[in-house]
């Protein structure tokens, strides 16, 4: 069955590359309008570029999403354009590079990775409701999170109490526009290939052969994978779909910690020496 999104309008923020990128172009194959918020100029260009090249209408704007007036001027531009929203993906988020033990965490980690992972969810889905709520027909708000957010990960325990913010934030969102048939949901992809994370090049190249063990389905995700689930949940198929999260992560989290070794038999020791990656 073919997902058609024709007479919809949809919004990504961070649609300029990665997964972003990803739901953008699959959006727009399925007959949306689309419109992509991005805040780095040449990839505002570049998905400009790709939305054009496949036709139908879209709006590319270069715009911070942490920034409530600049968030406010798209929202007043898409409803001149196209007369309200049906769709908002969330898609904006990042560990950015902080990594250390949480006593060593400053303010201002503290406050950048606020801004990143959780504001803009604040602040696009505030500014969302009504426009959807506007048109009657009810719509789908969908947040990129992270399978972090149902597990515990050292280090960036920071980023990971934002993302598990987000599915209480979810379901707590989803209860109050329910009666407008509008839905809210949240991907959590595991680690997936991106400008942002090339993890096949942190994988250090003598464990390049163990990547089929540590995820159940054998890979790290792609965007592809995410711009599916979020092509599912912007549809009628999941019209009966609200307050949760689907865990695009490969059996991951079903797996906890058990791997599969050399001969191919499941442990839940590890089986490597060193991290197995380039750290």
């Known amino acids: 069955m073919n997902i058609d999104l024709s007479g919809k309008t949809a919004l990504v923020t961070g649609g300029g590359a990665g997964i972003g990128r990803a739901i953008a172009e699959a959006y727009a194959d399925a007959g949306a309008r689309v419109v992509v918020a991005e805040i780095d100029a040449s990839r505002a260009d570049d998905v400009r570029a790709a939305l054009h090249a496949k036709g139908g209408e879209n709006l590319v704007s270069v715009t911070d999403v942490r920034d409530t007036k600049q968030v406010a001027a798209l929202f007043e531009e898409v409803e001149r354009r196209f007369g309200g929203l049906d769709i908002l993906v969330n898609n904006v988020g990042d560990f950015l590079q902080i990594a250390k033990p949480f006593e060593r965490y400053t303010d201002d980690d503290f406050e950048v990775l606020y801004q990143t992972n959780l504001r803009s969810v604040f602040i696009c889905s505030r ?80 464990h390049q052969h163990h990547i089929p063990r540590w995820i159940p389905l054998g890979r790290f995700g792609q965007p592809a994978d995410a711009a599916g689930a979020a092509l599912f949940l912007a549809s009628d198929l999941s019209s009966w779909i609200t307050g949760t999260s689907i865990n695009l992560d490969g059996g991951a989290l079903a797996a906890g910690g058990w791997y599969r070794d050399p001969n191919n038999l499941w442990t839940n020791v590890p089986v490597i020496t060193g991290n197995g990656f380039n750290f």
């Open 127 to 206: 500014a969302a409701i009504p426009l959807i709520r506007k048109g009657g027909k009810g719509g789908s708000i969908i947040s990129v999170s992270s399978i972090e957010a149902f597990r515990g990960i050292p280090m960036t325990s920071v980023y990971g109490a934002f993302k598990h913010a987000i599915t209480g934030f979810t379901r707590s969102v989803a209860l109050e526009v329910a009666a407008d048939g509008i839905r809210v949901n949240a991907i959590a992809p595991e680690t997936t290939e991106t400008p942002q994370v090339q993890v096949h090049a942190l994988v250090a190249p003598e």
